[in-house]
């Protein structure tokens, strides 16, 4: 090694030293009001993906079922516009969002991502309401297209940032989004189902789909822990009150409970007593791992020690 | 004493107005645009004065951040922020026993390291490429710039810089970093914080100029005994790391760089959207595949 280009080499398991202690990054701005973003965008695409390709193989029941899913999809995205913009710091200037496309920001990708989700969903609804089928299903899966980026955008956005816990497990970070998104979809969808056509096995369908999703998102979630700790930046989610909310609020009472609750919708009657009540605690659990990943992310921004380890290449 | 021809015998306190091309006096550099333009802080030479932080304040007319005391060695301004554009770090080297009270004077040096931290202003710069509005942007003197009147304050640039630089004035609700005094530049001035520097420790000029200077710099320090002399952000040395080719804002430093509240390994957001947007979208098309097959089941029953 040349003494006059160090090559440091990286520190895992001593604390390395620190400017006083002070953050050696800046935490996100970005608290409840952009997690509940994240949460809706996913909820809607999810929703939107899983009743178009119900209304798709065209299953008996999935008509009401797919247009009571539009209309949710559709207020979760004006919801999700009004949230974005009522989180910037110059609201007035919104518009300026559209006078680029930036693809190495995800917020810029994410910006047209919106407008297309929230344009398709706007047109595919619309279509519906006058029984127009085929438009319905032509705009819907452009909607569901459109979709796919919503579920997981929000996950690159905070991955290319340089806050550590975000960023130390970007690729998982996404999985875990996707499929927490497909997870609360499918979740809504079974909801609607059990109210709009009980007798159609939708419902189970969709519990099912929320089954597997939440089986992805736990071994993500296992997968993006164990990377995160052998990095030394995941300790903003073994405390509290973060650690609390991720684990027992996202993990057991958002993944463990309804994935057992949905499997035995399978196999005792009634099923809606088990699914109710699985669909609604993934709906719960959902916001609340987003709302746990962001807030202990932007704590661990806060954290010389933890950024120092993630930065160390 | 060096006097630079264009002012020799010129005996005049009070100019009329501008000098053209002042930086060709005060910084040897004569500034166009198309060229790549820097700061090569050498740390070594930092004493600590703060000139830098005030000049800059002058400046750029910002506001004071914080009227009291951190508590924290002789360092009141805590760190850059949105009306802080340099931030003169002091580390104070204790006893490596961990005892109390400084060490060994060696005789060449005091144990304080200073070091006046700025916007790196990097090649490939994270901010920059984060931002959905173009708010910030690359100047005609290859530095990263804030449109005060583009900037909607998404605030998506303050946790992607990767060293903690730019940040949202509450007041205004816009992005603030330093400027690299983009409107001097233009005037031919050389930034406040280099010429206000009484000890040269921040050196304004072209960015292959400083690199050549700063590789002397430390080859100079090392013959004289300073083995742990090296350079951050130099193309090649720690700090241009993971995607960040160089900074325009480099230093000379003479411990690891987290001393300095400095990463040693930096990385580029940008990298790391990809592998996540992929990952994911497979992710949700897998399951939009099994959505299918249960839906199907249904139709069977």
Redesign the interface.
């Known amino acids: 090694m040349d003494?006059?280009?160090?090559?440091?080499e990286p520190v895992r398991h001593e604390p390395?030293?620190?400017?006083?202690g002070?953050?050696?990054?800046?935490?996100?701005?970005?608290g409840w009001t952009v997690a509940l973003y994240i949460y809706v965008a996913g909820l809607a695409?999810g929703l939107q993906?899983?009743v178009t390709?119900?209304q798709?193989?065209a299953?008996p029941g999935s008509e009401p079922v797919a247009f009571a899913g539009r209309a949710i999809v559709l207020f979760g995205a004006v919801l999700g516009g009004i949230l974005l913009i009522a989180?910037?710091?110059?609201?007035q200037?919104?518009y300026?969002?559209l006078?680029?496309f930036?693809?190495?920001?995800?917020?810029?990708?994410g910006?047209y991502a919106l407008m297309g989700f929230g344009f398709w969903s706007l047109m595919a609804f619309v279509v519906q309401a006058f029984h127009l089928q085929l438009p319905a299903l032509v705009f819907g899966c452009l909607a569901?297209a459109t979709?796919?980026?919503m579920?997981?955008?929000t996950?690159?956005?905070q991955?290319?940032?340089?806050?550590p816990l975000?960023?130390g497990a970007?690729?998982?970070?996404?999985?875990r989004?996707?499929?927490s998104?497909?997870a609360t979809g499918?979740a809504a969808a079974c909801l609607i189902a059990l109210g709009l056509a009980p007798a159609?096995?939708?419902a189970?369908?969709?519990g099912?789909?929320a089954a597997?999703?939440i089986l992805?998102e736990a071994a993500?979630t296992i997968g993006w822990r164990m990377i995160l700790r052998r990095i030394g930046v995941y300790e903003p989610l073994q405390e509290r009150p973060w650690g609390a909310v991720h684990g027992a609020g996202a993990g057991l009472f958002g993944l463990a409970v309804p994935f057992v609750l949905f499997i035995l919708a399978n196999f005792f009657t009634p099923a809606w007593a088990f699914a109710l009540p699985a669909a609604i605690c993934v709906l719960i659990g959902g916001l609340l791992m987003y709302g746990s990943v962001m807030l202990a992310g932007n704590e661990s921004?806060r954290r010389?020690q933890d950024?120092?380890r993630f930065?160390?290449? | 004493m060096n006097v630079h021809p264009r002012v020799a015998g010129d005996n005049r306190s009070v100019m009329p107005g501008p000098i053209p091309d002042e930086s060709e006096i005060t910084a040897g550099v004569h500034i166009e645009p198309g060229r790549q333009y820097g700061f090569f802080t050498d740390t070594t030479l930092c004493i600590g004065c703060k000139a830098c932080e005030v000049a800059c304040k002058e400046w750029n007319m910002l506001p004071a951040d914080n009227l009291s005391l951190t508590g924290?060695?002789y360092?009141n301004t805590?760190?850059l922020s949105a009306n802080t554009w340099r931030h003169v770090?002091f580390?104070e080297k204790v006893r490596p026993d961990g005892g109390d009270g400084a060490m060994e004077l060696p005789p060449f040096q005091s144990h304080w390291k200073m070091m006046s931290d700025v916007c790196k202003h990097c090649d490939n710069a994270?901010c920059q490429?984060?931002?959905?509005?173009?708010?910030l942007f690359r100047t005609e003197f290859d530095t990263v710039v804030v449109q005060q009147d583009?900037?909607?304050?998404?605030?998506?640039c303050?946790?992607?810089?990767?060293?903690?630089v730019?940040?949202?004035n509450?007041f205004?609700?816009?992005a603030h970093k330093c400027t690299l005094c983009y409107d001097r530049l233009k005037g031919g001035l050389e930034p406040a914080c280099a010429k206000s520097c009484p000890t040269n420790s921040i050196q304004f000029g072209e960015l292959s100029e400083l690199h050549a200077r700063a590789?002397k710099r430390?080859?100079s320090l090392?013959e004289q005994g300073a083995?742990?002399?090296?350079?951050y952000g130099a193309p090649?040395?720690?700090g241009a790391?993971?995607g960040l080719n160089h900074l325009h804002a480099f230093f000379l430093l003479t411990?690891?760089?987290?001393?300095?509240?400095?990463?040693?390994?930096?990385?580029r957001?940008?990298?790391?959207?990809l592998?996540?947007?992929i990952?994911?979208?497979v992710?949700?098309?897998a399951?939009?595949g099994?959505?299918?097959g249960?839906?199907?089941?249904?139709?069977g029953?």
Not at chain 1, 3 to 8: G, H, V
Not at chain 1, 159 to 163: D, Q, V
Not at chain 1, 170 to 175: E, N, R
Not at chain 2, 227 to 231: I, K, N
């Open positions: 003494a006059r280009t160090p090559a440091f390395l030293p620190t400017y006083h002070r953050p050696a990054v800046k935490p996100s701005l970005y695409a993906i899983v390709a119900a798709l193989l299953i989180d910037l710091h110059t609201k200037r919104f300026n969002m006078r680029i930036r693809p190495t920001s995800p917020m810029s990708i910006t569901a979709g796919w980026w579920t997981t955008y996950a690159a956005l991955g290319s940032t340089a806050t975000w960023a970007p690729k998982l970070l996404a999985l989004y996707a499929s998104a497909m499918a159609s096995g939708l189970r369908a969709f099912n789909l597997l999703a992805v993500g921004a010389p950024y120092f930065a160390q290449g | 924290m060695s360092d805590a760190a770090a580390v994270p490429e984060a931002c959905p509005t173009g708010a583009i900037c909607n304050g998404c605030a998506y303050v946790p992607a810089c990767p060293f903690g730019i940040d949202i509450q205004d609700g816009k590789h430390v080859d090392h083995s742990d002399a090296y350079l090649g040395a720690p790391t993971g411990d690891r760089p987290e001393v300095y509240n400095l990463p040693s390994h930096p990385s957001g940008a990298n790391r959207v592998p996540a947007l990952t994911g979208m992710t949700a098309i399951l939009t099994a959505a299918f249960f839906l199907l089941t249904t139709l029953a």
